[in-house]
């Protein structure tokens, strides 16, 4: 894949974050019993997930792992990112459910609820973005 506009990476940061805040808000929801914790936490990602997730997305882009100077699409660095992104994104709502619940074994039990439901998804989110050519100039094809 060559030429990644920041397009690109803002559409794939709105993206995840939708999918990635429903999830947040059920796990949350399900977890502390109580649905407006889960949205309080759900809404509060939103904002630091964004942040997080698009600077992950050009720390990646920057990460110039080619072979004869094309960019490796590949399974294996999606799997790669997705296990950076995790660590970030668990961090975050550990953090963000401790304090917004008050609970710290409900922030743990979130958090590694999420490890499971948010890799999954993420991977599958990585592999369609991979199919989609929006915001590319050209795509090379091995």
């Known amino acids: 894949m060559a030429d990644v506009s920041y397009k690109r990476h803002i559409a794939k940061t709105i993206t995840w974050r939708l999918v990635g805040t429903l999830d947040t808000i059920l796990l949350s929801w399900i977890i502390t019993g109580d649905p407006l914790a889960g949205i309080k936490i759900g809404l ?6 964004s942040v997080l997730y698009y600077l992950h997305e050009r720390v990646w882009y920057k ?20 296990i950076t992104w995790r660590f970030i994104g668990t961090l ?10 008050g609970n710290p074994l409900a922030a743990l039990q979130i958090g590694f609820a999420e490890v499971i439901t948010k890799m999954i998804l993420y991977y599958l989110h990585e592999r369609v973005w991979y199919k989609v050519n929006f915001g590319l100039t050209k795509r ?3």
């Not at 699409?73 to 997705?82: D, G, L, N, V, Y």
């Not at 975050?92 to 619940?101: E, G, H």
Request: no cysteine; hydrophobic share 40%; proline share 0%.
């Open 92 to 101: 975050d709502t550990m953090t963000l459910a401790w304090i917004i619940s």
């Open 63 to 82: 990460i110039n792992l080619s072979k004869d100077g094309i960019l490796l699409e590949s399974r294996k660095r999606h799997i790669a990112k997705t």
């Open 140 to 142: 090379k094809r091995n």
């Open 44 to 49: 509060a990602e939103v904002t630091t997930k």
